[in-house]
């Protein structure tokens, strides 16, 4: 979507709004996939209520976009606007076990900052990319930990209602690579409690677990992480590999030889290129094992 209106364009500038035209979504996604549309930059959070109003008031859809690792965004031109909030000055701020993380900070940094302050517990997310938003709506988990386990309270602005508010971690519902949050709530932070641990010992984790990522999964290609979840008590990966379909391809979308649950971008993939695989890795797996595979990733296709 294209906004060609001055006077929209005008009001954006007084939101504090930046407004960047015709945006490649293939530049912002890990995967190097994605059409083109409008990208507004959220510099000032007291504005988005306004700014939300303003889009509805003009029938302009809109789509959060995050760090956009997790994401398979369709073809051509889009019919809605991406909005991108920007992350604040202090998006890690520390008071004991304590910490308050911005959504829109990146992990590994946030996870970086607290290890500086002997603050552990996220060793095993180090190499997982995206936003601490991310990791919140999709649950992040890796080698035991789990984004959920060390939520206190989320922040969110709630938009079916029009105000922030601070939900404590029993009313949140935190499982298997999702969390209970509606498709309409704008996360905006999160307290999280972590255990002391020397930085020295954080540090040691951290590169075991690096290690493990780069012998087995493609960290040099363009992908979005595990394409599909596991299912119960057992491994997407482990079921697409039993079939041979590594290296299986589709256009530019392929089956990475190094992890069957990655599927990477070999040369220009389309949407509608990694879409086909998908289905026809889903539609192997359900002939064979009769198992349904659930997307883990994220489809912005339509």
């Given at each position: 979507?294209?906004?060609?209106?001055?006077?929209?364009?005008?009001?954006?500038?007084?939101?504090?709004?930046?407004?960047?035209?015709?945006?490649?979504?293939?530049?912002?996604?890990?995967?190097?996939?994605?059409?083109?549309?409008?990208?507004?930059?959220?510099?000032?959070?007291?504005?988005?209520?306004?700014?939300?109003?303003?889009?509805?008031?003009?029938?302009?859809?809109?789509?959060?976009?995050?760090?956009?690792?997790?994401?398979?965004?369709?073809?051509?031109?889009?019919?809605?606007?991406?909005?991108?909030?920007?992350?604040?000055?202090?998006?890690?701020?520390?008071?004991?076990?304590?910490?308050?993380?911005?959504?829109?900070?990146?992990?590994?940094?946030?996870?970086?900052?607290?290890?500086?302050?002997?603050?552990?517990?996220?060793?095993?997310?180090?190499?997982?990319?995206?936003?601490?938003?991310?990791?919140?709506?999709?649950?992040?988990?890796?080698y035991g930990t789990e984004m959920g386990k060390l939520v206190r309270?989320?922040?969110?602005?709630?938009?079916?209602?029009?105000?922030?508010?601070?939900?404590?971690?029993?009313?949140?519902?935190?499982?298997?690579?999702?969390?209970?949050?509606?498709?309409?709530?704008?996360?905006?932070?999160?307290?999280?409690?972590l255990p002391e641990r020397p930085y020295r010992e954080i540090v040691?984790?951290?590169?075991?677990?690096?290690?493990?990522?780069?012998?087995?999964?493609?960290?040099?290609?363009?992908?979005?992480?595990?394409?599909?979840?596991?299912?119960?008590?057992?491994?997407?990966?482990?079921?697409?590999?039993?079939?041979?379909?590594?290296?299986?391809?589709?256009?530019?979308?392929?089956?990475?030889?190094?992890?069957?649950?990655?599927?990477?971008?070999?040369?220009?993939?389309?949407?509608?290129?990694?879409?086909?695989?998908?289905?026809?890795?889903?539609?192997?797996?359900?002939?064979?094992?009769?198992?349904?595979?659930?997307?883990?990733?994220?489809?912005?296709?339509?």
């Open positions: 979507m294209h906004i060609a209106d001055r006077e929209l364009i005008e009001a954006f500038r007084e939101l504090e709004v930046e407004h960047r035209g015709a945006e490649r979504l293939a530049g912002c996604t890990s995967l190097g996939i994605g059409g083109t549309t409008d990208l507004l930059i959220v510099r000032e959070r007291r504005h988005l209520p306004e700014l939300l109003r303003l889009l509805r008031s003009h029938g302009i859809r809109h789509r959060l976009l995050g760090g956009g690792t997790n994401l398979l965004v369709g073809d051509g031109e889009l019919p809605w606007v991406a909005l991108r909030i920007a992350r604040t000055e202090q998006s890690v701020r520390i008071d004991g076990q304590s910490v308050w993380v911005d959504a829109a900070e990146d992990l590994g940094r946030a996870i970086t900052t607290c290890a500086k302050a002997n603050l552990g517990g996220m060793e095993g997310l180090v190499g997982v990319p995206g936003t601490v938003g991310g990791a919140l709506r999709m649950n992040a988990g890796a309270e989320v922040v969110v602005y709630r938009a079916l209602f029009g105000r922030i508010d601070a939900l404590p971690i029993d009313s949140v519902r935190f499982e298997y690579r999702r969390a209970s949050f509606s498709p309409c709530d704008i996360l905006l932070g999160a307290r999280l409690e040691d984790r951290i590169h075991v677990f690096n290690f493990k990522r780069r012998s087995s999964q493609p960290l040099t290609e363009r992908s979005a992480g595990c394409i599909f979840k596991n299912p119960v008590g057992s491994s997407a990966g482990s079921l697409i590999d039993g079939l041979g379909l590594k290296g299986l391809r589709v256009g530019g979308a392929m089956v990475s030889e190094r992890h069957a649950n990655f599927f990477v971008n070999r040369n220009r993939a389309t949407c509608a290129d990694m879409y086909r695989l998908m289905e026809e890795v889903r539609n192997r797996v359900w002939l064979a094992f009769r198992i349904e595979l659930q997307e883990e990733i994220v489809l912005w296709v339509n």
